[in-house]
C-alpha cells in the first residue's frame, strides 16, 4: 500500500515537473512573438489584483476622515503608487487593444 502512495507521489511531481517546463517555454515563446499580449494580460491581472487590494485592505477613506487622520503620509504615498500602478497598467491594456484593431 506504502508503494503505491510513492509511486502516485512520484509521478505526480514528475507531471509538475514537466508542466512546469511546459509553461516557461510557452510563456517564452508566447512573450517573444506576442510581448504586447503578455504585457496587455498583466496589466488586465494587475488591475484586477489592484481592486482587490483596495477592496479589502481597509484603507478605503473618505476625504473627511483623511482630514482628521494622524498620519496623512501613508495614505497619500498609498494613492500615488497605486495612480502609477494602474495608469501603467491601463496603458498596457490599451496597447494590446490597439494591437489587436490594427491587425
Do not use: C, H
Not at 489592484?50 to 478605503?60: A, N, P, T, V
Not at 473618505?62 to 501603467?88: C, H, T, V
Amino acid at each position: 500500500m506504502k508503494t503505491e502512495i510513492r509511486i502516485k507521489r512520484y509521478a505526480l511531481i514528475a507531471l509538475l515537473i514537466v508542466l512546469f517546463f511546459f509553461t516557461l517555454y510557452t510563456a517564452l515563446i508566447t512573450y517573444r512573438y506576442y510581448d504586447v499580449v503578455a504585457r496587455g494580460i498583466l496589466g488586465l491581472v494587475s488591475l484586477y489584483l489592484s481592486y482587490f487590494f483596495g477592496r479589502y485592505s481597509k484603507i478605503d477613506m473618505s476625504l473627511d476622515n483623511l482630514l482628521l487622520a494622524p498620519q496623512k503620509g501613508k495614505y497619500l504615498i498609498a494613492a500615488f503608487i497605486g495612480g502609477i500602478i494602474a495608469s501603467w497598467a491601463t496603458i498596457q491594456v490599451m496597447e494590446m487593444i490597439s494591437f489587436f484593431t490594427k491587425r
